[in-house]
């Protein structure tokens, strides 16, 4: 069992950035794969990126790539997601997700731990 607590959403301008945080607790940390996923009002969830255990791999959707960057540091138990030039339409609830092995994955289904979720409202 893995528990997760993301942190880090706000409100900021168009164009401004925000870094997320995902602490996680339970079984070690390093043992995961984990994911950033967000859903927006009246929306469907949507992947937005994934880093395998090691961290040696990462993959983004395409609208958020070469914006956004996923970290980890396994010795804290946590995940980031940093967030720059932000667009009105990123604007969503991110939520942070576990699987347990190394590889990265892009399914919902693929994940078994998900956070509550932290909302991110970027104005025009």
């Known amino acids: 069992q893995v528990q997760l607590v993301e942190s880090g959403g706000g409100l900021v301008q168009a164009g401004g950035s925000l870094r997320l945080s995902c602490a996680a607790s339970?079984?070690?940390?390093?043992?995961?794969?984990m994911g950033w996923f967000r859903q927006a009002p009246g929306k469907e969830r949507e992947f937005v990126a994934t880093?395998?255990?090691?961290?040696?791999?990462?993959d983004y959707r395409n609208s958020v790539k070469g914006r956004f960057t996923i970290s980890r540091e396994n010795a804290k138990n946590t995940v980031y997601l940093q967030m720059n030039s932000l667009k009105p339409e990123d604007t969503a609830v991110y939520y942070c997700?576990?699987?347990?092995?190394?590889?990265?994955?892009?399914?919902?289904?693929?994940?078994?731990?998900w956070g509550q979720g932290t909302q991110v409202t970027v104005s025009s």
């Open positions: 997700a576990a699987r347990s092995g190394p590889l990265m994955a892009y399914s919902q289904g693929d994940y078994g731990y």
């Open positions: 880093i395998s255990w090691s961290g040696g791999g990462t």
């Open positions: 339970g079984r070690a940390f390093s043992m995961y794969a």
